[in-house]
């Protein structure tokens, strides 16, 4: 069954550094987003991706965040200079055009800015 | 702003006794979808089970039901003859109709372990 991957499953990174986190959506599928969990906080909607464009964000979605679809299988996220508040799982999830319900999410990345 | 509230942090249950999971959560609107979510240890979230608001029947799949209660606001996740593979994290959401985006306001997850 196809499944939504991302890596890496752990990140760290040091504060003010840039980094990526990529997921490979399922292949059909049109919709995409971010979410993150920050540790014993709710699982939080970042962004959502459709088009080639962000189709809504949330405002904790600012400047130094943005997401790409660099080819036809990857997206991404990136934090371009990491504060120590950015630590928390980041899930990326995929929803297919003619699915009224269901998104399907990856395993999630951790990141760590230390 | 929809918001969603899961109060226990942690819940056990005996493998084979029953566990429910609550959630509570509040919105001005009156049709929106809710879910539960499953997260293994190290895996993917996958959906358990959902409920449209307009349906006052409640959903149910196999072992998993829900005691949906609109006016109260309030949507639990009753596991039945529960087993070593349910221990997980269970997530609830809310997707609003309103939203194009299709977007799930979560709750913090409840962490089910199953006793052996």
């Known amino acids: 069954e196809p499944e939504v991957t991302q890596t890496p499953s752990h990140q760290v990174t040091q504060m003010g550094q840039e980094v990526i986190l990529r997921c490979v959506p399922i292949s059909n599928h049109l919709y995409f987003y971010w979410y993150r969990q920050i540790l014993g906080q709710k699982v939080e909607f970042l962004v959502s991706?459709?088009?080639?464009?962000?189709?809504?964000k949330s405002e904790i979605f600012d400047d130094q965040f943005s997401v790409e679809r660099p080819d036809g299988s990857n997206f991404t996220l990136k934090i371009r200079s990491t504060k120590l508040e950015d630590s928390a799982m980041y899930f990326c999830?995929?929803?297919?055009?003619?699915?009224?319900?269901?998104?399907?999410f990856g395993p999630g990345t951790r990141l760590t800015v230390t | 702003a929809q918001t969603v509230t899961q109060s226990q942090p942690e819940m056990s249950v005996q493998e084979a006794e029953t566990v429910t999971l609550s959630c509570t959560y509040d919105?001005?609107?009156?049709?929106?979808?809710l879910f539960w979510y499953k997260q293994p240890p190290s895996r993917q979230m996958i959906l358990v089970i959902r409920q449209e608001a307009y349906k006052q029947q409640n959903a149910t799949e196999n072992r998993f039901s829900v005691n949906f209660q609109k006016a109260a606001k309030s949507f639990s996740l009753k596991i039945s003859d529960s087993q070593l593979g349910d221990a997980a994290m269970y997530f609830c959401a809310y997707r609003s109709l309103t939203s194009g985006t299709y977007k799930y306001i979560f709750g913090t997850g409840t962490r089910l372990k199953v006793l052996a």
């Open positions: 991706f459709y088009n080639n464009e962000i189709s809504e």
């Open positions: 919105t001005s609107e009156s049709d929106y979808y």
């Open positions: 999830a995929s929803r297919d055009i003619g699915d009224f319900y269901e998104q399907y």
